[in-house]
């Protein structure tokens, strides 16, 4: 099984470095789009079964809407104006909404990683 390369700031489109505007983000996301398995026909990047989209399309969409950048991205987040990362009180937060949703059933409580039950 092959392995993919950490994408690095030489392969981001140069409109997303530049500060993109929210059409030309328009732009650079459907110039990145891959319908298929193979590359992306923006850039070049290889896409495939575990990576369905090349890291333009996703920066581009994550600054257009407003959301963090998806974590296998994270070290470019300082390259792209208006990327920014989650953080942990955003996490705390979206988990409080989806655990006040309601249910079919209650949920078991949360366990946070390195308390003991």
């Known amino acids: 099984m092959s392995t993919m390369r950490a994408p690095a700031v030489a ?3 140069p ?3 530049a500060g993109a505007t929210l059409p030309e ?8 789009d891959a319908p298929t398995d193979g590359t992306c026909p ?3 990047w290889r896409t495939g079964r ?5 890291p333009s ?5 994550a600054v257009r809407e407003r959301r963090p950048v998806p974590a296998w ?8 104006p208006g990327a920014f990362a989650p953080t942990p009180v955003d996490q705390a937060a979206e988990r409080a909404a989806q655990d006040a949703l309601p249910g079919l059933f209650d949920a078991p409580p949360r366990r946070t ?3 003991a039950a």
């Open 113 to 115: 990683p390195g308390r």
């Open 15 to 17: 409109r997303l470095i």
């Open 57 to 61: 399309r996703a920066l581009a969409r």
């Open 11 to 13: 392969d981001l489109d």
């Open 73 to 80: 991205l994270l070290h470019l987040v300082d390259a792209v």
């Open 42 to 44: 923006g850039c070049g």
């Open 25 to 32: 983000l328009l732009t650079v996301v459907t110039d990145h």
């Open 50 to 54: 575990g990576q369905r989209v090349c």
